[in-house]
């Protein structure tokens, strides 16, 4: 299962609303190879949810990943951090045996 803080919660909502998206859409989070360390993180959202995705909603906020990046993402936790440091969604990945410096890649 992939879960998501209250502060990433809020986010999401946030920018659901302010870009207008459809009702039902969640967020997809998945894995490309690539980045530093092996992997990249990827974040979108989607309206287009297969019967394969892996679906967690936890309140009103779905998040979806595909079975190939689920993979890699089991047990990840996704907070959002706003803060000198920067902006930006922050992912607390279990299965990561290495990742770089700035959070957005990693390697298995």
Do not use: H, W
Request: aromatic fraction near 8%; hydrophobic fraction near 30%; include cysteine.
């Amino acid at each position: 299962m992939i879960s998501i803080t209250e502060r990433a919660r809020e986010e999401v909502r946030r920018i659901i609303e302010e870009q207008s998206l459809a009702e039902g859409t969640a967020l997809r989070v998945g894995v490309k190879g690539g980045g530093c360390s092996g992997f990249s993180y990827t974040l979108g959202f989607d309206d287009q949810i297969s019967n394969m995705d892996q679906i967690n909603k936890i309140e009103d906020v779905s998040v979806v990943c595909d079975p190939k990046s689920f993979l890699y993402l089991n047990g990840t936790e996704i907070d959002f951090e706003d803060n000198l440091m920067g902006r930006g969604f922050k992912f607390g990945n279990p299965n990561a045996s290495n990742s770089c410096g700035c959070g957005e890649s990693f390697s298995v």
